[in-house]
């Protein structure tokens, strides 16, 4: 059964940067659509950005446009968020998710999918 494993995460200064890890071990990312998702106090959770297992198509909300980057390492089976120019708004706990192949954007609107990371807290503030 596939597992995620989130790293990364941290306490950094509005437009600074992270670059968060999601590791993936009992399957291939290669047969999965990612995601990446944040959930902040009081808020519900939601899709940040999703990729595609086949096509290499991405998707971001857009609030992280132009600042977050998704990418897979299929070598290492692992799946980052890197994060650039962070604002203090960013601030929430950041999961990675994966599901079975799946329209991305359907990805990043969904909450629902069979595997998840167990979470890696980003906070930014001065």
């Known amino acids: 059964q596939l ?3 989130e790293s990364g995460g941290g306490l950094v ?4 940067s992270l670059r968060l890890s999601c590791a993936a ?3 291939s990312l290669n047969y999965y659509t990612i995601g990446w998702f944040r959930q902040a106090p009081g808020k519900e959770r939601e899709g940040v950005s999703c990729s595609s297992e086949r096509s ?3 998707y971001y909300v857009d609030s992280v446009k132009g600042r977050f980057t998704i990418s897979r390492d299929y070598a290492k089976n692992t799946v980052y968020l890197q994060m650039n120019s962070l604002k203090p708004e960013d601030t ?3 999961y990675c998710a994966a599901n079975f ?3 991305i954007q359907a990805m990043c609107i969904m909450t629902t999918h069979p595997y998840w ?3 890696t807290q980003v906070t930014v503030s001065s």
């Open 3 to 5: 597992q995620l494993v």
């Open 101 to 103: 192949p799946l329209a």
């Open 92 to 94: 929430a706990v950041y």
């Open 56 to 58: 290499g198509a991405t």
């Open 117 to 119: 990371g167990q979470g």
């Open 25 to 27: 071990s009992g399957a």
């Open 13 to 16: 200064q509005p437009g600074g």
